[in-house]
């Protein structure tokens, strides 16, 4: 009887102590996804290590959380650019200039992309847009001088070439553009003159009147 009695009490803790445990809820922390700045941060650190595959999935990641993010757009373009995914790249520098036309850097981007797939009347109107918004590439003037030289624009041409060399004196390629620009359109040609007319003089000598001629 007494180890009944010495039992019961132990009993009634087993039944509280399972009581408590069926009244707990458990809480599951949810993993909080990155932000919209956290994956742009991460792909721009895995870009500026040459890793354009894991770079394009993180600006991929922060441009469709945050659509009008238009670096992340433009970065994306250029991981496809690196990766020769030119559709792509298209497709992501149109989709920054969408949210903001005077990105100077995408309008540069899409630009050289367009010259370097020989489409020059595109890349001919990105380029002098970069040109309107002071672009400092010394490709986009390149760029631009070798289009004029196409269309046969001498005089644009020279002071494209000559304004990429002095935004860098060291391209090469600059150079030859222009020297072979210059030696081809030649010195301008100075506006035609008219001719001088002599106004004829009295210089007197005539022979005398004879009345008899009469």
């Known amino acids: 009887m007494r180890i009944r009695i010495a039992l019961l009490p132990?009993?009634?803790?087993a039944l509280i102590s399972l009581a408590a445990c069926k009244q707990q809820t458990?809480?599951?922390q949810q993993p909080v996804a990155p932000s919209p700045m956290e994956y742009f941060n991460a792909g721009l650190n895995f870009y500026n290590n040459g890793q354009y595959v894991p770079a394009a999935e993180q600006?991929?990641?922060a441009a469709a959380q945050m659509p009008s993010m238009v670096d992340a757009h433009y970065y994306r373009?250029?991981?496809?650019v690196q990766l020769n995914q030119i559709l792509r790249a298209e497709e992501a520098f149109q989709a920054a200039l969408r949210y903001n036309p005077n990105h100077l850097l995408t309008r540069e981007a899409l630009?050289?992309?367009y010259y370097n797939r020989g489409n020059t009347m595109a890349a001919k109107a990105e380029l002098e847009t970069a040109r309107a918004l002071?672009?400092?590439s010394p490709t986009v003037?390149?760029?631009?001088?070798?289009?004029?030289?196409m269309e046969r624009n001498c005089k644009e041409a020279i002071l494209a070439f000559e304004k990429a060399l002095r935004l860098n004196p060291a391209y090469g390629e600059a150079q030859v553009e222009l020297s072979q620009a210059k030696a081809k359109c030649g010195a301008p040609k100075k506006p035609a003159q008219p001719p001088v007319r002599q106004e004829?003089?009295?210089k007197g000598g005539a022979k005398a009147l004879d009345p008899s001629d009469f």
Do not use: D, H, Q, R
Not at 10 to 13: E, G, P, R
Not at 77 to 80: E, L
Not at 141 to 149: A, E, F, P, V
């Open 10 to 13: 132990l009993a009634m803790l």
């Open 26 to 28: 458990v809480v599951v």
């Open 59 to 61: 600006f991929e990641m």
């Open 77 to 80: 373009g250029m991981c496809y």
């Open 111 to 113: 630009g050289i992309l």
């Open 134 to 136: 002071n672009s400092v």
């Open 141 to 149: 003037y390149y760029c631009l001088g070798k289009l004029y030289m």
């Open 200 to 202: 004829k003089t009295f």
